[in-house]
């Protein structure tokens, strides 16, 4: 009988696809215009050169973030305060299909519960959905440890002062509410504990990584110092501060 696995897909899969159709057509024009004389030979080549800087280069560099990248950064390993505290209450906001917060229940070894909230939005992930990341955790054998349900950044679902560690990978960038972020810290802070810890990662704009795998779309993206002012100016302390991988990875404390 074949082993069942978890499916926690590819971020923006069918944007990697579309990118990357787009910009095989810029590189068709680009060769053919090689071939022919005229204003028609100058609009292809510079709308072909244009086309694959604004596509192509981003579609195959996520392509190759995901195969090379994604599964060497191991965020968990930076959650010191796992360590710390034996019997942790963990939320994990715009955990998606589990992929990181099923590797933080995997640490749970002596007890603590690990609680995750998703708009699961299929924009991001496709096959995104509350049922695949329960039965994502049910495949890892964490079930017990966790519990998934709908919640946003902005409006979490859960009382004052609820958790002693929360994490937030790669999704702040996705609020697009107006002052988006600042609410969102402002609930962060709301439902965790005095004294708690907060892990932020961000991928940050001027890392070469970021403009290597993202192209134009890197802008999409903020820099660290966006980010460190945030918690700055919400009275966060922050403990530690990494760039690894072009990811800026916060370690802060209310």
Not at 21 to 30: H, K, N, S
Not at 165 to 187: C, R
């Amino acid at each position: 009988m074949k082993e069942e696995k978890p499916k926690y897909g590819w971020y923006v899969k069918n944007l990697i696809i579309v990118f990357n159709l787009v910009g095989l057509l810029g590189l068709t024009a680009f060769i053919y215009g090689f071939f022919i004389d005229g204003i028609i030979k100058i609009i292809l080549l510079v709308s072909g050169i244009a086309i694959m800087l604004i596509f192509l280069w981003p579609g195959i560099g996520m392509v190759l973030m995901h195969l090379f990248l994604l599964g060497r950064i191991s965020l968990v390993s930076k959650m010191k305060a796992l360590d710390e505290i034996k019997t942790p209450r963990i939320l994990d906001v715009g955990c998606g299909t589990g992929r990181t917060a099923i590797q933080i229940a995997k640490t749970l070894e002596n007890g603590g519960h690990l609680y995750g909230i998703d708009i699961y939005s299929k924009l991001a992930i496709p096959g995104n959905a509350l049922h695949t990341v329960i039965n994502n955790a049910r495949i890892e054998k964490v079930e017990e440890k966790t519990t998934f349900s709908y919640g946003t950044a902005i409006d979490i679902p859960f009382e004052d002062e609820s958790f002693d560690i929360i994490n937030a990978s790669s999704v702040l960038h996705e609020v697009h509410d107006p002052n988006g972020q600042d609410k969102a810290i402002q609930e962060i802070l709301r439902v965790l504990k005095p004294g708690g810890y907060f892990y932020l990662s961000e991928w940050n704009r001027s890392s070469w990584q970021c403009i290597g795998f993202g192209g134009i779309c890197c802008f999409a993206f903020k820099k660290n110092d966006y980010w460190e002012n945030l918690l700055k100016n919400h009275k966060f302390k922050i403990i530690k501060n990494e760039i690894i991988a072009g990811f800026g990875i916060f370690e802060a404390q209310k």
